[in-house]
């Protein structure tokens, strides 16, 4: 597994597509499943993905979509036992698959027996609503209205970036390295990147791909 | 554009005269044939660009579909077609300035500057041969430096060479040399018509351009029906502006004066019928000769990014060490790809034109096939895929591709047996060191991934490779 991760993505919907465009973004290659031929034909147009119409708990549909050399897989459909049947047939066919599975409950625990991770959008999106009905001064990170990203990165051992002070490496336009390691203090232009510390760092989508190569190698 | 004006760039003013002294007049048909040949695999581009949305070419695809091995020597024979069409232009570019240089009579015709004398290492080394190795290095350090300059003025670029060839066929259409042209007889006395076939081979490379095209359709919008559309445009407007060039060169020197120029054709042909004593740049000709040195250095520019984009694809993809995918912290550029293609174009500039061009050829010609291959193979093991852009009368196109360039490359290589045999040698010394390497690299990597154990986590994932 290096940098680039090979995902699927069960669910050509909401949740999926903004998903596959993130992870797009950022450099990994993705292919969506997508049972209704319409919501195929408008993914396929964003092209972000590579897209296989059809049923996702089909496995030869699943074969399709190549999960025998996929780093991961995420049951991202509306229908929670779907996407439970998706994640637990990709593990059946390849073992070493990472599991992400959309749920419609609160109950993450009792789904952690069988997939690598769960999550609840509707939770997610309550938090956002809640944070936009206060209508604070003040928001926290997963509320930016634009489509900057600010996201937490550890940077890997041999990343170009590594070991270098800040002033030494050209980020894209578009990128700001905020804290210091930690956390602690904000960047300066004498930080260092050290491998293995995390950093917070606010990236516009288009350079996402570069500031991963650089912080992740 | 970016396609075009690799396509349109040097083949046309490199070519042109190496064709000519192999197939005559039918130079004129080399090319047309060309575009046809090449018009099937344009549809499996077309068909692959559109579904799978990756840059990085004819590999991306090659890399959806096929194991490890076959699309790492996809990659690999890429890789270096693009560097060796990048020696290539290189070597175009040196006699045409000096051609630029004699027409305001700075140097002796490009035939009577032999080598020009080292001071510092005491050695004599031919002017052209220093001339190509100089634009290499100057076009690499800029790139591997700064993005900035590589890329966005393509578009300039191109409409640039587009205009000065124009320029070129509406004077060489109307003088008066081209009214008495004489193509007959059209095929050259020895081989006949047979003889277009390898010309076809060696001048195959111009048509390297849908690659180029589909490695930067990250930046398309629209993709379903623009990256089919560019395709298939650029092809059309390089195969008529090929078709004029070759016509009106053919007609005003001659195809005998076309071959002795070799590498100068165009530039010489139109030397010899623009108008002179025009104010300021004297010499009609000496347009054209400036389109020529103008195009083979943007030409070459381009495969420079081209080869170090396959590099850094590769890199990423694991299949070459890791740091040939990284971006320079320094420079933000995918600094070792640019550098390790930089050493391979220029040990390159040694070769003789002829056997640069058979050599790139030869690689674009096979990764074609293997390119026309995937289409086949992923319609098969991927029914369900979504396809934008579905080529019409599958299988016929892929599979017309695939003998068409298999035919092209046999006729090749029984010609480079004859007449080249040190550039299939190096040919073949290539594909064995990609092997060699691949082999090395899997070693390489399976072993500390043993000692590492199954250490996954969300974000922490080491690298394999290192």
């Given at each position: 597994m290096g940098s680039k991760l090979d995902v699927i993505i069960a669910g050509g919907g909401r949740v999926g597509f903004e998903t596959a465009t993130i992870l797009d973004d950022r450099g990994h290659d993705v292919t969506v499943v997508e049972r209704d031929q319409a919501r195929a034909d408008a993914v396929s147009d964003e092209y972000v993905a590579t897209v296989i119409s059809g049923d996702a708990s089909n496995p030869s549909i699943l074969e399709q979509a190549g999960v025998e050399d996929a780093d991961a897989i995420a049951g991202l459909t509306g229908l929670a036992g779907l996407n439970l049947a998706v994640c637990m047939e990709a593990k059946d066919m390849a073992p070493d698959i990472r599991t992400v599975?959309?749920?419609?409950?609160?109950?993450?625990?009792?789904?952690?027996?069988?997939?690598?991770?769960?999550?609840?959008?509707?939770?997610?999106?309550?938090?956002?609503?809640?944070?936009?009905?206060?209508?604070?001064d003040v928001e926290t990170l997963a509320d930016l209205t634009g489509t900057l990203d600010i996201m937490q990165i550890r940077v890997a051992e041999g990343a170009p970036a590594a070991g270098r002070q800040l002033s030494e490496i050209r980020?894209?336009?578009?990128?700001?390295?905020?804290?210091?390691?930690?956390?602690?203090?904000?960047?300066?232009?004498?930080?260092?990147?050290?491998?293995?510390?995390?950093?917070?760092?606010?990236?516009?989508?288009?350079?996402a791909d570069e500031v991963m190569n650089l912080m992740r190698g | 554009m970016i396609g075009m004006g690799a396509m349109i760039g040097a083949g046309i003013f490199v070519l042109t005269?190496?064709?000519?002294?192999?197939?005559?007049?039918?130079?004129?048909?080399?090319?047309?044939?060309?575009?046809?040949?090449?018009?099937?695999?344009?549809?499996?581009?077309?068909?692959?660009?559109?579904?799978?949305?990756?840059?990085?070419?004819?590999?991306?695809?090659?890399?959806?579909?096929?194991?490890?091995?076959?699309?790492?020597?996809?990659?690999?024979?890429?890789?270096?077609?693009?560097?060796?069409?990048?020696?290539l232009y290189a070597l175009g570019f040196a006699p045409n300035f000096l051609e630029l240089l004699h027409v305001y009579g700075i140097v002796p015709p490009p035939e009577a500057v032999g080598a020009i004398s080292l001071p510092v290492v005491d050695a004599a080394l031919p002017a052209?041969?220093?001339?190509?190795?100089?634009?290499?290095?100057?076009?690499?350090?800029?790139?591997?430096?700064?993005?900035?300059?590589?890329?966005?003025?393509?578009?300039?670029?191109?409409?640039?060479?587009?205009?000065?060839?124009?320029?070129?066929?509406?004077?060489?259409?109307?003088?008066?040399?081209?009214?008495?042209?004489?193509?007959?007889?059209?095929?050259?006395?020895?081989?006949?018509?047979?003889?277009?076939?390898?010309?076809?081979?060696?001048?195959?490379?111009?048509?390297?351009?849908?690659?180029?095209?589909?490695?930067?359709?990250?930046?398309?919008?629209?993709?379903?029906?623009?990256?089919?559309?560019?395709?298939?445009?650029?092809?059309?407007?390089?195969?008529?502006?090929?078709?004029?060039?070759?016509?009106?060169?053919?007609?005003?020197?001659?195809?005998?004066?076309?071959?002795?120029?070799?590498?100068?054709?165009?530039?010489?042909?139109?030397?010899?019928?623009?108008?002179?004593?025009?104010?300021?740049?004297?010499?009609?000709?000496?347009?054209?000769?400036?389109?020529?040195?103008?195009?083979?250095?943007?030409?070459?520019?381009?495969?420079?990014?081209?080869?170090?984009?396959?590099?850094?694809?590769?890199?990423?993809?694991?299949?070459?060490?890791?740091?040939?995918?990284?971006?320079?912290?320094?420079?933000?550029?995918?600094?070792?790809?640019?550098?390790?293609?930089?050493?391979?174009?220029?040990?390159?500039?040694?070769?003789?034109?002829?056997?640069?061009?058979?050599?790139?050829?030869?690689?674009?010609?096979?990764?074609?096939?293997?390119?026309?291959?995937?289409?086949?193979k992923l319609r098969r093991e991927r029914p369900d895929m979504n396809r934008p852009y579905e080529m019409p009368f599958y299988p016929a196109p892929p599979v017309i591709g695939i003998v068409l360039n298999l035919v092209l490359t046999l006729v090749l290589v029984e010609f480079l047996v004859r007449t080249d045999p040190l550039a299939l040698a190096l040919s073949a010394a290539w594909i064995g060191l990609g092997v060699v390497t691949y082999f090395g690299l899997n070693r390489l990597r399976t072993e500390p991934d043993a000692a590492e154990g199954t250490a996954a986590g969300d974000e922490q994932v080491p690298l394999e490779d290192d």
């Open positions: 599975a959309r749920i419609d409950t609160r109950a993450k625990e009792s789904y952690t027996r069988f997939v690598d991770q769960v999550l609840f959008p509707e939770l997610a999106g309550a938090r956002t609503a809640a944070n936009e009905i206060i209508g604070s980020f894209p336009a578009g990128t700001l390295v905020v804290s210091d390691d930690d956390g602690d203090r904000i960047a300066r232009p004498d930080t260092t990147l050290d491998a293995g510390k995390r950093y917070v760092v606010a990236v516009e989508p288009d350079v | 005269g190496l064709a000519a002294e192999i197939a005559g007049p039918a130079a004129i048909l080399v090319f047309a044939l060309n575009g046809v040949v090449t018009a099937f695999t344009g549809l499996s581009y077309a068909e692959l660009a559109a579904s799978i949305p990756k840059s990085g070419g004819g590999y991306a695809f090659v890399r959806e579909v096929f194991a490890d091995l076959p699309s790492y020597l996809m990659g690999w024979m890429l890789w270096f077609a693009y560097m060796i069409a990048g020696a052209t041969f220093l001339l190509a190795f100089l634009a290499v290095l100057g076009l690499v350090s800029l790139n591997a430096v700064s993005t900035a300059a590589s890329g966005s003025l393509e578009t300039v670029f191109t409409i640039v060479k587009v205009s000065i060839l124009v320029v070129f066929v509406a004077f060489g259409a109307t003088a008066p040399m081209f009214s008495t042209a004489e193509f007959q007889p059209l095929f050259p006395a020895e081989g006949g018509a047979l003889a277009i076939l390898p010309a076809m081979g060696l001048t195959f490379i111009a048509f390297e351009g849908y690659d180029l095209i589909t490695t930067v359709t990250e930046e398309v919008e629209n993709p379903r029906e623009n990256i089919p559309k560019a395709i298939f445009v650029s092809l059309a407007a390089t195969v008529v502006v090929y078709l004029a060039v070759v016509t009106v060169a053919v007609g005003t020197l001659g195809a005998q004066g076309l071959a002795e120029a070799g590498e100068a054709g165009i530039a010489q042909a139109a030397t010899s019928f623009m108008p002179t004593g025009l104010p300021i740049i004297q010499n009609g000709g000496a347009i054209i000769v400036f389109g020529a040195v103008f195009s083979t250095l943007t030409a070459l520019n381009a495969v420079v990014i081209a080869s170090s984009r396959v590099a850094f694809s590769m890199g990423r993809e694991g299949q070459l060490l890791p740091s040939f995918g990284q971006i320079h912290h320094r420079y933000g550029t995918p600094f070792v790809a640019i550098v390790a293609s930089a050493v391979v174009m220029l040990g390159s500039v040694v070769l003789p034109t002829q056997s640069a061009g058979n050599m790139s050829s030869l690689f674009f010609l096979l990764s074609f096939i293997v390119v026309n291959g995937s289409v086949i």
